[in-house]
């Protein structure tokens, strides 16, 4: 199994009027192709900065971060903006869309910005719109995004984030703005994703979303404080086993 990201001593800090926040303390990991890593751990711990941090959308203060073979702090703005475009997807609690596009034209808008791929907007727009019937949502092709449900909204946002193939995908709590039953759809899409192929770290604070990821790593205050291996589920009836045995061990790491 080939790793797909390496952090190694991986610090944030921020200042603000003058004053230093040292947020990621010496973080530690990898990820592995294929894997499904959730990041927990309390309000305020740094688990939206370490997201970011590895995924170089923000600059990291000192540290590396190897990702499919390159450091990222050794790149330019320009090389990173590639390398998140091409290799990397996002998908955010508060769901960033254009107002001005419908839901099928941003779900292309990243294939569209590439240089990386050689399709025609034909090909790019039936790209689009197989990734929008594998995820139930190719009636909403046309319309705005003010037109969809908030599960809709968020299944669209994870077209956008396959569009260009990524390696990895990022997620930032992706269901925390959704009701359960959305919560669960989405759940289900990002599950089949990543069986097909597609690693990835998601921050999550609900135990029934981290009891279908094949990892967990729990955060305190910047520093990796503990994590639990689960591998891959079978069938959908061992998740209740997985849900309590993740909330009794986030007992005993203090959640
Ligand atoms: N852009 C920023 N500028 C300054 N401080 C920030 C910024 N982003 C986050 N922080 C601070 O970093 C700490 C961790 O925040 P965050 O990573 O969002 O935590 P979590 O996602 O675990 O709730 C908080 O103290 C927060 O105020
Ligand atoms: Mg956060």
Request: net charge neutral.
């Amino acid at each position: 199994m080939s790793t797909v990201i390496t952090v190694k001593d991986l610090c944030k800090t921020y200042v603000v009027n003058k004053k230093q926040n040292n947020v990621l303390k010496n973080v530690n990991f990898s990820i592995d192709e294929g894997e499904m890593v959730a990041v927990m751990g309390p309000s305020g711990s740094g688990k939206s900065t370490l997201l970011y941090t590895v995924s170089g959308m923000d600059r990291m203060t000192a540290g590396e971060v190897t990702f499919n073979g390159r450091a990222l702090s050794k790149l330019s703005d320009d090389e990173m903006s590639e390398i998140r475009l091409n290799e990397m997807g996002f998908i955010f609690q508060q769901m960033y869309m254009m107002k001005n596009l419908s839901i099928l034209d941003n779900i292309i808008l990243p294939a569209v910005k590439s240089k990386k791929n050689d399709l025609s907007r034909g090909e790019i727009v039936e790209k689009g719109r197989s990734l929008m019937k594998r995820l139930g949502i190719e009636e909403t092709a046309d319309n705005d995004i003010n037109e969809v449900s908030g599960g809709q909204l968020q299944r669209a946002c994870i077209c956008r984030s396959m569009i260009n193939n990524p390696k990895m995908i990022f997620a930032d709590e992706p269901t925390g703005a959704l009701n359960r039953t959305s919560s669960d759809e989405v759940m289900t899409e990002l599950v089949k994703l990543n069986r097909d192929g597609t690693t990835m770290l998601l921050v999550t604070h609900d135990v029934k979303v981290a009891a279908k990821c094949t990892r967990v790593l729990y955060i305190v205050d910047g520093n990796i404080r503990g994590e639990k291996k689960t591998g891959a589920y079978e069938k959908e009836s061992e998740l209740r086993d997985r849900e309590r045995d993740l909330s009794s061990w986030l007992m005993e790491m203090g959640w």
